[in-house]
């Protein structure tokens, strides 16, 4: 159980009397007790509201719908059938373009390594899907919402620990947040699943074309070829359904082939790819490479191994100021944001009077010397200036 709300003031559990804080020696009252466990939970509202009190933010919170999709393809979770479907559900709520659509993560890491002491620490991070592509999935985007205390993993108790973020959640739901007010007021060894998926996509029908036999290969590259559509950054939709009608066929196959043991529930589950993949769109922005790496973020903050939690939440916290804080910096200032790329040489110089292909500014990545290009080199040159100069 959770000591909040009325049960803040107990020391027992009500469930099981397990005690709240760990015996302390001797009688000295100035001694602080300490928990066994301490839940850590940040507000998701005033990040929510943040977003829309910076000038950085604000004007990509109401892309979805604004945003031209070609017919039939999906590049974002707003082209698929579930944002739509929910759309009609609650009209009210669609009305609205800067309602924030949520997504969340619940997973954990092992703080020790593999082969360390056993000590598994679950932060649960939300994203908002209102942003665009290019920004939602960002690590700065991702709100570290609760840490749930180890060492244990939280299991089927995890709805225990996410009480205080549905509370949150509903409140938001029912009420909402006001903005612009007084915030005070309110199987390889060691091979991740980031390199398995780009073996299945890419590698499988190369690597196995001379290897075995044609109906084997086939196979196999069905299923390749199944993983790289549904994992494209944009859909087809016509191809989606395609590969529905399609994929129980390949499922068959690959049961013509392999032994009956190979086959267990994760290996049929391919057959509800596709049909996911149309309702909840581009598979970018669910599965958990992102959110992995964040938790890799979250994993080098901490500095004492004694309070992992807390030495995670306090260094978060510090990230995540200083993060905003930048929104309200002048254009010219440079910070870790704003940090020109390592190729970046600056900006279009249109003071030049020459044709615009030649304003962009260059450096050499070498010594510079001189000499005459071919042929070949010239005509591609002026390919280049053909296709990439508005005044050809």
Same mark, same amino acid.
């Given at each position: 159980?959770?000591?909040?709300?009325?049960?803040?003031?107990?020391?027992?559990?009500?469930?099981?009397?397990?005690?709240?804080?760990?015996?302390?020696?001797?009688?000295?009252?100035?001694?602080?007790?300490?928990?066994?466990?301490?839940?850590?939970?940040?507000?998701?509202?005033?990040?929510?509201?943040?977003?829309?009190?910076?000038?950085?933010?604000?004007?990509? #919170?109401?892309?979805?719908?604004?945003?031209?999709?070609?017919?039939?393809?999906?590049?974002?979770?707003?082209?698929?059938?579930?944002?739509?479907?929910?759309?009609?559900?609650?009209?009210?709520?669609?009305?609205?373009?800067?309602?924030?659509?949520?997504?969340?993560?619940?997973?954990?890491?092992?703080?020790?390594?593999?082969?360390g002491k056993l000590y598994s620490c679950w932060p649960i991070s939300i994203t908002p899907y209102?942003?665009?592509?290019? #920004?939602?999935?960002?690590s700065e985007y991702m709100f570290l919402s609760l840490i749930?205390?180890?060492?244990?993993?939280?299991?089927?108790?995890?709805?225990?620990?996410?009480?205080?973020?549905?509370?949150?959640?509903?409140q938001l739901w029912l009420v909402g947040a006001q903005t612009c007010v007084d915030l005070n007021d309110l199987k390889m060894h060691g091979m991740k699943s980031h390199d398995s998926h780009v073996f299945m996509e890419r590698l499988i029908p190369i690597a196995f074309r001379e290897m075995l036999p044609e109906f084997v290969w086939s196979a196999l590259t069905k299923v390749s070829l199944l993983f790289q559509s549904i994992s494209s950054a944009t859909l087809d939709v016509n191809k989606i359904k395609?590969?529905?009608?399609?994929?129980?066929?390949?499922?068959?196959?690959?049961?013509?082939?392999?032994?009956?043991?190979?086959?267990?529930s994760m290996g049929h589950l391919i057959v509800h790819l596709p049909y996911e993949a149309r309702v909840g769109g581009p598979v970018q922005y669910r599965w958990m490479y992102?959110?992995?790496?964040?938790?890799?973020?979250?994993k080098k903050k901490v500095k004492n191994k004694a309070v992992v939690e807390a030495s995670i939440c306090e260094a978060y916290i510090v990230e995540e100021i200083s993060t905003f804080a930048t929104h309200y910096f002048e254009p010219d200032v440079v910070c870790k944001r704003r940090r020109p790329g390592r190729n970046d040489d600056g900006l279009n110089n249109e003071s030049v009077k020459h044709i615009s292909i030649f304003n962009y500014p260059g450096r050499p990545y070498s010594a510079s010397k001189m000499r005459y290009i071919t042929g070949k080199e010239r005509h591609d040159a002026e390919t280049y200036i053909i296709a990439n100069c508005s005044e050809a």
């Open positions: 159980m959770l000591f909040w709300k009325d049960d803040k003031h107990l020391e027992f559990c009500k469930f099981c009397g397990h005690a709240r804080y760990k015996p302390t020696r001797g009688q000295n009252p100035r001694h602080k007790k300490t928990a066994y466990a301490i839940l850590r939970y940040l507000p998701i509202t005033p990040r929510l509201q943040r977003l829309y009190a910076s000038n950085t933010t604000v004007e990509h #919170m109401s892309w979805h719908a604004t945003h031209e999709t070609e017919s039939g393809v999906m590049c974002h979770p707003f082209d698929a059938e579930a944002w739509k479907y929910f759309n009609e559900t609650h009209p009210d709520f669609a009305l609205e373009p800067r309602n924030v659509r949520l997504g969340l993560c619940a997973d954990g890491f092992a703080l020790h390594g593999q082969y209102n942003l665009p592509p290019r #920004m939602c999935m960002k749930i205390p180890g060492p244990a993993n939280p299991k089927r108790l995890i709805d225990v620990y996410l009480q205080p973020l549905i509370e949150e959640l509903v395609e590969l529905e009608e399609s994929v129980a066929i390949i499922i068959c196959n690959l049961e013509k082939i392999f032994f009956p043991a190979f086959f267990d992102p959110f992995e790496r964040f938790l890799h973020t979250l």
